[in-house]
């Protein structure tokens, strides 16, 4: 297949040294120049063992093995995916210096770096490995220590500036001028194959921090308030016209002690998300705690018994005892999925499209929503993370967007489906 690329992605793939960095915005050319340099570098390579990790496993399939510039299009009738003696998925490259294995990996936790113990490889290419775990970096740098043609490759999108990846890693090669350590930082215009209305398209879908990280491909902090596309202009009194709804569910936040908040979500015939009501039981409030029967009892009152209603319930998979409840009333229970940060992404995208609309009654949501911040101690520490206050009727939102939009929602939204 035939690739087209900046001079800026021919010499990244042309002048790799030990380690190549590409680093920058979302669909900006980066990953497949790396693609590129990776299968240049394995094929003529005089060592025939390497390995790859992403976030996880189906991470670095999706980003970097399947897909139209995938590596396997890219080196088609070169490369292969197949099983090796331990059962474990490997590709195969045939080159003139003989057969080439490559190992793949997931680095999704702290425990993942023992999945790679005792390996010894050549070279090692890492997908967004600003998510993977610093244990597993150091152990994947460890296991091409004795290469005698060690080559590593790092893609990633930016970071919070205090990240590990940069002050123990990539801001120290910088600063010691490190002999062999290259960086290429890539923007929307680095991608030839990006048009001005595509690029006018993909910024159009963020603001603030992810519109700097993802448009821009600057390094950001995570400071301040999380959704800052929020505008009380997005709260509706009654609707003009009388709307059908689609996908509609009850998205859920159970707390005990903390508050237990349930949201009804739809997609309206206007393509935009609707919170259409919202039911909160705060316990410090009300001096007084809930049992999940209780809650049950809640939900009854709110859609009705499961023999009146058969809108869906999404729920945090961690609430298994209310699940458990729920189930056993007859409700028709989902296990919302709980991925933090891109929930979030999602949701600042839609928001900042003009793509969530939210009742006046819904009070919880509106004030959580404007009082959501981001946690100050933990951006220190290389952490991007949400602080753990006002944050239950916006998480219930989240699980609504994660869990209920599928692909073919995301498309007909515009959102730039990560």
Known sequence: MNVIMTKKSKASV?????????EGAIRSGKTVASIVAWLRYVALSNEHIF??????????????????????????????????????????????????KIHLFGASDDAAYMRIKGLTAGGWYADEVATHPESFIVEALSRTAVSTDRRIFWTLNPAVPSHYIYKRFLDKWESEKSPGYIRFHYTLADNPAMTPERRAELESQYSGRYKMMYIYGKRCAAEGVI????????VYSRLENEKKFTSQFIACDYGTINPCVFLECAIGDDGKVYVLRE???????????KTDEQYVEDMVSFVGDPGQSDIPIIVDPSASSFITALKMRGYFVINGKNDVLPGIRRVSSLFAMDKIRIHESCTGLISELELYVWDDKASLRGEEKPLKTNDHAPDA??????????AYDIAEMGLNNE
């Open 51 to 100: 390995f790859m990790s992403g976030k996880t496993y189906a991470s670095l399939i999706r980003n970097v093995i399947d897909g139209e510039y995938g590596l396997l299009n890219l080196a088609r009738g070169f490369v292969r995916m197949t099983k090796d003696r331990s059962g474990s998925t490997v590709l195969l490259m045939d080159s003139a210096n003989g057969e080439k």
């Open 397 to 406: 939102l989240r699980y609504y967007c994660m869990t209920a939009l599928t």
């Open 14 to 22: 042309n002048t790799c040294g030990w380690m190549t960095v590409w």
């Open 279 to 289: 039911k909160r039981w705060d316990s410090r409030k009300e001096m007084q705690q």
């Open 227 to 234: 959704y800052d596309s929020f505008k009380r202009e997005m």
